[in-house]
């Protein structure tokens, strides 16, 4: 999460270019929006029985458990997306759909809003969401900062629902059984829709063949900017390795 902020602070102040990052996480960990409300959806307990770190992300939306997924992380001028935050959206996943089909899973956007009152992203649909047959595997999330935008999402390779249903609490109206059913019912990951699991990097060049036919844009692997390692490391000490951030609610050793 220090490493996407700085890489924010580095294209807005004109200190690093834009980029496309994609990484893991190791042990598993549940990250949660810079502005939800950690005491509600969020069961506590599972999260310490499964040993998962938690961090609050610079970005919106819901919780994710990043777990069996990859993540990505792009950085660019809002310039390159002329209608505002819904058209950036709609871009963004439209280069990702592009990435999925090379994969051969294909998948679709869709505008239903549903699962505002849910704390599981994965379960919410908020405009230009990816789903195929039905099911959301892709989850994304955005903030902006001085023309520069920063979008974190997450791409699902494989799916553990008893973890989704364990992690993030039902509402009051739906029974854990019926919780889990909801999880098999709407989350998909791309195992599910192969039949196999593709390679790490195979998916990585599939989803950047996509940013580059939907954007123009060339890549060229590069390493942390002096700017960007800088900032990273005082991101790390005066935020986002405290264990006060947020709230105390992080499952990790002082």
Known sequence: MAQDEALLLGNSGREAPPALRFY?????????GYAQDIERGINREA???????????????????????????????????????????????????????????????????????????????????IK?????????????????????????????YQALADVFLPPANISGESWLERMRGRVGSLAEFLGYLPQGKDIIEAVCEGFTKTFGAEFIPSELTCFEERTCRELLAGKYNKKDWPDGFINREP
Do not use: M
């Open 47 to 129: 999260v310490k029985e499964r040993g998962l770190d938690v961090v609050r992300r610079p970005t919106g939306g819901r919780g994710v458990l990043h777990q069996q997924e990859l993540t990505y992380s792009l950085v660019a001028s809002q310039a390159l997306f002329p209608h505002g935050i819904a058209g950036s959206y709609r871009a963004i996943s439209e280069a990702l759909l592009l990435g999925l089909r090379k994969l051969g899973v294909r998948g679709e956007l869709t505008e239903k809003v549903e699962g505002k009152d849910i704390s599981a992203c994965f379960l919410t649909s908020l405009g230009y969401e």
């Open 132 to 160: 195929v047959n039905g099911k959301k595997i892709i989850g994304s999330a955005q903030r902006r900062r001085d023309q520069t935008l920063l979008q974190q999402g997450s791409i699902l390779l494989e799916t553990d």
């Open 24 to 32: 893991g996480w190791q042990p598993a960990a549940l990250s949660i």
